[in-house]
């Protein structure tokens, strides 16, 4: 089996990798504006990386009658919600058109090969009740230009499985949480600066932004396995939500990791941390994802956040 991942250097991508290697995947080739492949895949002859920019249709069209790939997981776009705000034509260039032009190379190639789109929980937008779990037949209601490029990308991708008929699965993976996540965002942030004040390099002080809102938390480890899942038993044209359908505030987040770290940490709110519009609640029904995949998460909350500490932990002795 020939597998393309877009991505494959990424948060998420990077873990589909080294999930789908210890499955016993032969051949991999990750597309990434930068080929360089990461320091501990270099001597694994099964992965390889070439250079290539999803907004460049004839290079990516090349690049397919090139491999010839029979599955084709698409994790690349744009991924920063809160800075969406500021360069909305980044996200619509990155989510939607990156898309359009990954199926219009294939269409074009010809053949007929199996595609996983990756989108977002976030479409979804703000619950009626807070309360209410997502299931699929929700309508989209994305409230920032990061969740309407994703929301307008999943869309596309329904409408190329009934014209020209490509097979195309969806998946709306809610929030996902782990080791190796970019600080950039909220929950990896938290742990990085637990760790620095843990090294002593960092006053005892964790600053963060609205802690209020709840999520739908879930180990990226366990997302790549539903990834894995669903390009196996997903059927084509189909949404599925990915969520492990507990929530967390942020504030249970930092006062788990400040547990963990075993010294006294103040938090102190920042108001530039905050965003203008922020979801209150978001939970997933993956009640389809389960039944027809038997998937399940494996990993706890706290389990994550541990790994995730430690992983910053190492990091930080790594680059010192």
């Known amino acids: 089996m020939r597998i393309l991942i877009t991505g494959a250097t990424g948060f998420a991508g990077s873990h589909l990798v080294e999930a789908l290697l210890a499955g016993g995947a032969e051949q991999i080739l990750g597309i990434s504006r930068h080929a360089e492949l990461p320091e501990s895949w270099r001597r694994d002859a099964r992965i390889r990386l070439r250079s290539c920019d999803l907004a460049d249709r004839a290079a990516l069209e090349t690049l397919l009658r090139d491999e010839q790939p029979e599955q084709i997981y698409h994790l690349a776009g744009y991924a920063n919600t809160g800075r969406s705000f500021r360069e909305p034509e980044a996200a619509w260039a990155g989510n939607l058109t990156a898309t359009l032009n990954l199926y219009d190379a294939i269409v074009r190639w010809g053949d007929k090969i199996r595609v996983l789109f990756v989108g977002s929980g976030l479409i979804y937008g703000d619950p009626e009740d807070c309360d209410l779990a997502y299931d699929e037949n929700c309508p989209l209601r994305p409230p920032n230009p990061y969740a309407a490029s994703k929301a307008a990308a999943d869309l596309a991708s329904y409408q190329y499985t009934r014209s020209p008929g490509l097979d195309i699965v969806r998946a709306r993976p809610f929030n996902h949480i782990g080791p190796r996540q970019s600080p950039q965002f909220a929950v990896a942030n938290f742990a990085r600066q637990v760790a620095v004040i843990m090294a002593g390099k960092q006053p005892p002080v964790l600053e963060t932004g609205n802690l209020r809102p709840r999520r739908d938390l879930t180990d990226v480890r366990d997302m790549v396995r539903a990834y894995i899942l669903l390009m196996a ?88």
């Open 233 to 320: 038993h997903g059927r084509s044209g189909e949404a599925y939500n990915i969520g492990a359908g507990n929530t967390y505030s942020m504030q249970e987040v930092v006062d788990r990791l400040i547990a963990r770290a075993g010294v006294p940490i103040d938090v102190r709110p920042r108001a530039d941390l905050v965003r203008s519009i922020e979801t209150a609640a978001v939970r997933a029904d993956s009640t389809k994802l389960r039944h027809e995949t038997g998937w399940a998460p494996n990993y706890s909350l706290e389990q994550t956040l541990a790994d995730t500490l430690a992983y910053w932990r190492e990091h930080l002795c790594a680059s010192q």
